[in-house]
């Protein structure tokens, strides 16, 4: 058999299809090994760079020496130090010392393990949220322009999934709409709360680093503000143990969870409104929807979209767990895990936020269809105006009530058992008890007059609620997306 090439090798081993498939390159970079190894190096510098003007004898040779090789990583030695070590950190340790000799004795110093990798993390889940953020007040602004576009188009509206009083496109829009505007509010308040675990040493009480500045608590609080500063937070938690505490990583996943919760109810709402037929997801001009039948046009991205959520939802749970068993000030059972479950979660919300801007961008509505729906219910709907209508006129409330019921339940039969039209309006125009209202009839069934204050709440919710909170994300507005698969 032949030795298989570095394609085909590649292609033998298991891939996530989070990064492979679907994940953005920006979302995949920030999770990525270089990303993480890269900032390793940074945090290193910026403890240094703290210490040394603070006072340690460290020289400007050194920092500059660390300065030069941050990107210059060997990540073949680095693997090969963490095979004979055991122990990531070191590794790179040593990897970093390797190409900065005259800072070898400098690296790291006073620090901890969690110094890196904490840090790091905390960094890491800042920027995800970074690219989060834009990308769900792109759908948002989307879903608000078809609002705007459809705000006075009557729909049948549903509860129970069964056919209720009249809404309108538009405004049921704004139901998703709301829903994600709070979801944006909370991943900036969940990205805004994020703090640094900064420079706490082994179990969190800073006693190397005290060690190192003689007992000089002012420098030690200084140590910690620098870094912080350096790193781009403006607060670091004020206590920790080896790790800042787990609790933080519940806070991030479980409005990642929400978000995955409000996408799987849009994109199921519009899987039923797709079978239908008055609401689509685009279609491409050669997509195919089924092997078998030629004519389906299957709701994929919408699918793909609740797929996906389901995971992210469940993500939760893994934090939730992982921090009721941390064990006084750590234990190392929370590692492997999270190297999973915070990578994915963001990996996965990147990856339905895309898909739901391509769905929001395409959107496909058919009138006709919607109004003929409308035609098959309204009138039931209409039985109260038309009651009220004939009171008017000068009839009987109960005799006009008996009438209708007769009518209606005769035309229900219709549709029901014989599978015809809902003709109970042709039956009132039929019947000469009606003739005071006859020639209301067709206002009395207009659409527009069942919708209440639809029209209204869209355009007052879009301008005071949605559109304000787009305002800083404005210059990240433009552009359609295209999905790779």
Not at 209 to 238: I, P
Not at 343 to 350: R, V
Request: a neutral charge; charged letters at 25%.
């Amino acid at each position: 058999m032949a030795t298989p090439g570095a394609e085909e090798d590649a292609l033998a081993r298991y891939r996530s299809p989070l990064v492979s498939r679907y994940a953005s390159a920006e979302m995949g970079f920030n999770f990525s090994e270089r990303k993480k190894f890269g900032t390793w190096r940074r945090l290193w510098l910026y403890l240094a760079q703290a210490e040394k003007s603070l006072g340690l004898p460290i020289t400007d040779e050194q920092i500059q020496e660390m300065e030069a090789n941050l990107d210059n990583i060997d990540f073949k030695m680095a693997a090969e130090e963490e095979k004979k070590l055991r122990h990531d950190v070191m590794a790179h340790v040593h990897t970093f010392a390797h190409c900065c000799p005259k800072a070898a004795a400098i690296i790291h110093l006073g620090a901890t393990s969690c110094y890196v990798g904490d840090n790091t993390d905390l960094i890491v889940l800042r920027d995800g949220f970074n690219l989060l953020l834009p990308k769900l007040a792109r759908v948002i602004s989307r879903l608000a322009d078809f609002a705007e576009k459809y705000a006075d188009l009557p729909t049948l509206g549903f509860t129970h999934y069964q056919p209720a009083q009249l809404t309108t496109v538009g405004k049921r829009c704004c139901l998703w709409i709301q829903d994600l505007c709070m979801d944006l509010q909370n991943l900036e308040r969940a990205r805004d709360d994020l703090r640094f675990r900064g420079v706490k040493g082994t179990t969190g009480t800073q006693a190397s680093f005290l060690q190192l500045f003689e007992g000089d608590h002012s420098k030690v609080e200084e140590l910690d503000r620098l870094v912080t500063s350096k790193a781009g937070f403006k607060r670091s938690y004020m206590v920790t143990g080896q790790t800042y505490s787990r609790k933080v990583d519940i806070e991030v996943l479980s409005v990642l969870a929400s978000l995955g919760a409000s996408i799987h109810k849009i994109c199921t709402d519009i899987r039923l409104l797709a079978n239908l037929k008055e609401i689509e997801e685009p279609f491409e001009k050669d997509q195919i929807g089924s092997s078998a039948m030629p004519y389906k046009r299957n709701p994929m991205r919408s699918e793909r979209c609740c797929s996906l959520a389901r995971h992210l939802m469940t993500l939760v749970l893994d934090p939730l767990q992982t921090a009721s068993v941390q064990w006084f000030e750590r234990t190392l059972d929370d590692s492997a895990n999270r190297r999973v479950c915070l990578a994915e979660a963001f990996l996965t919300a990147d990856i339905i936020l895309s898909t739901l801007q391509n769905i929001s961008e395409g959107l496909v509505v058919y009138p006709k269809v919607i109004e003929r729906r409308i035609r098959q219910e309204l009138p039931f709907m209409a039985t109260e105006n038309l009651i009220m209508a004939m009171v008017k006129a000068g009839g009987n409330r109960q005799d006009c009530h008996e009438k209708i019921r007769v009518l209606s339940q005769q035309a229900a039969a219709v549709v029901k058992q014989e599978g015809g039209d809902n003709d109970f309006i042709a039956r009132v125009r039929a019947d000469t008890y009606f003739s005071p209202i006859h020639k209301q009839l067709e206002s009395l069934l207009d659409p527009s007059s069942f919708t209440g204050r639809a029209p209204q709440q869209v355009a007052k919710f879009l301008k005071e609620e949605v559109r304000p909170v787009l305002i800083p994300y404005q210059s990240k507005m433009g552009g359609k997306i295209e999905l790779a698969l």
